[in-house]
């Protein structure tokens, strides 16, 4: 597959250390009086598929756009579905998937309520969809967190989602039936806090992986609800793999789960006690031998949060910390909160490189990158230098894995705490491009 060659940044930025080839496509202006259209858990919020780029946003709270971009000649065809959309609560997100025939799946607008989920009617199209519908009619009625994950080779697409409450969930997966048009539930929850003592919780998971073998990797963190609601009380990294999409559920040793997994069931990957600011829902990769990839942010020794990266080294798990914050915040209070870093997105090239992506505080509110080879941080650069206000990165995970371009979909957005007075506000929205070296 021809794809359109990304602009050299001689010719349109300043020379970087990382950077080798820039492209900026704008695609309009769109809602931004909240993260809606910028939170890291889309997943994905942009996808590549047979060489048209797919992205899907809120418009207004009649409007969801959805966008076809043409890799090789950049033309921009859009299709807006009409609609009742509430955007004044950031969890409402959208997430795209596209299944091994070419059609295209969107859930959206669902924070502990009904499913809301559309199909496509022509293959690889964008114009013609079916009514709101449901998957199956189970466990649909509380969820959050919808999740395309895949496909891959001979695994079908996944939907990953929560069923209950911040405080009382479990994760469920159903699975895409192509020939029959159809979704299937598995029989059992993945991950349960449900009835748990002396807390009932949650689990809250980074964005998932499949592997270049097709195995599944999932990590995710439990958070409890204590006497103190206001307190964010995250604990633990924990792991779980599938080797046949999502049926079975394994530890990084292979020992089999007994499904859900509860809290003290859970393999603990990296010890993090309440009190530390661990943030929930960041992300993960895998690098050139399957090995898993984690980065997320929680309190250093002296209390301050700070960027780390945990990755499995001959079957154990190394920690390290990648950032120097000086400034101490706290994670505290219920729903979407005005946070002044952004949760960390990564990718791996095929030379094991890792690259991290997140905004900062450091260089007021820009995009960074990190490149680090093993334990070793070889760079920093500013990816994205305009203010992108409380945006988060919504990374095209498919693209980089087919041609090792970084793609991200870029738009400067509020984020009131607990969505809480939410001005009606538009801003530009992007698809960037990057060839990192």
Partial sequence: MTQRKIKNTKNTRKSHTLIKGFDCVKLGYAWSGNSINQVIYRCSGLITN???QIAAYYLSNKII????????TNEIAHHDISGEYDINDAHNSISIGVDRRGYCHLAYGCHATKLKYRRGLIE???FDWTDEMSMTGLHENHVTYPTFIGPFDGTSLIFLYRDGFHNCGSARIKKYDELKKEWNDSDDAILSGVNQKPFSCNAYWNNPVIDNVGVLHLTFVWRYATANKSLVHNVNICYAKSLDGGLTWRKASGEVYKLPITPDAAEVIQEITAGNNLINQCSMATDCNNDPHVVFYANDE????QYQYLRMVEGKWVLKIISKRSKKFNIFGRG???LPI?????VIDKNNYKFVIYRDDVKKTRMKLSK?????????EVLVRSDIGSSEPV?????????NVLSLLVQKTKQPNQDINVKDAHSQIRIMDFKII
Avoid at 302 to 305: D, E, I, M, T, Y
């Fill in 50 to 52: 047979n060489g048209n």
């Fill in 372 to 380: 680090i080879f093993n334990d070793e941080i070889l760079a920093h």
């Fill in 65 to 72: 756009r959805v966008v076809k971009r043409n890799l090789n």
């Fill in 336 to 338: 979407s909160l005005h």
């Fill in 302 to 305: 002296k209390g301050v949060p």
């Fill in 395 to 403: 990374v095209d995970k498919s693209r980089w894995r087919e041609e």
């Fill in 342 to 346: 952004s949760r960390p997105e990564i």
């Fill in 124 to 126: 690889g199209g964008i």
